[in-house]
């Protein structure tokens, strides 16, 4: 995902606002030392073995020990075609926590996802898997040596980011969001309503009037 920002709601429970990223960043895309846990997702949540470790240290870790359970997603079977690929390739994927309130991300240049400590500590779990879900996508683009930023194309026209968020939006429907909720994790404030719009179509999602 190339950080757009998207406004979300405050989970009453966890107090979990879907976090602000910034589209202008040319990336795709926990703090307390005596509460390290891991955070329950919503029960609404099919994927009932995904856990997210909410806070750790600003640093580097395997992708696996802040976000467990990603073997059991079905979407995630899909992408990458076989259950040994999917294990070969999401063994040896790095997940960085930078400081601030980003999204989660694709680093280009490296490969390494990245995720700012506010959102990792405050997202909505069900949104926080979405975005796992989306950025997973841009790792197999980014393995098949696919242009992620190819220029040619606006964001919301850009073919890589039209297959992420199809494979989302087909995710979020099967885990159980209703439409209205998938619109709120769509929502990016730094895309106008035009813009937004084209991408609703585009993916298949109806935007309410």
Request: net charge positive.
């Amino acid at each position: 995902m190339e950080a757009p920002t998207r406004k979300g709601d405050t989970d009453q429970c966890w107090t979990e606002p879907h976090v602000n990223q910034s589209l202008l960043r040319q990336y795709y895309f926990l703090s307390s030392s005596l509460l390290i846990a891991w955070a329950p997702t919503r029960l609404r949540l099919r994927v009932k073995s995904f856990r997210v470790k909410r806070s750790a240290p600003v640093g580097e870790y395997k992708l696996s020990e802040i976000f467990a359970g990603l073997e059991s997603s079905s979407a995630l079977l899909k992408v990458f075609g076989s259950r040994s690929q999917m294990t070969k390739i999401m063994r040896h994927l790095k997940l960085r926590v930078e400081r601030g309130d980003s999204g989660l991300w694709l680093d280009r240049d490296t490969g390494t996802i990245c995720i700012g400590s506010k959102h990792l500590t405050s997202a909505k779990s069900d949104f926080l898997y979405l975005d796992v879900i989306h950025v997973l996508v841009h790792v197999k683009q980014f393995l098949e040596g696919r242009e992620l930023y190819d220029q040619a194309f606006e964001y919301v026209d850009r073919p890589t980011e039209l297959e992420a968020y199809r494979t989302t939006v087909a995710e979020a429907r099967r885990v159980g969001l209703d439409e209205d909720e998938i619109l709120r994790y769509l929502r990016m404030d730094a895309v106008d309503d035009f813009e937004f719009g084209k991408l609703m179509e585009k993916i298949g999602v109806k935007a309410r009037r």
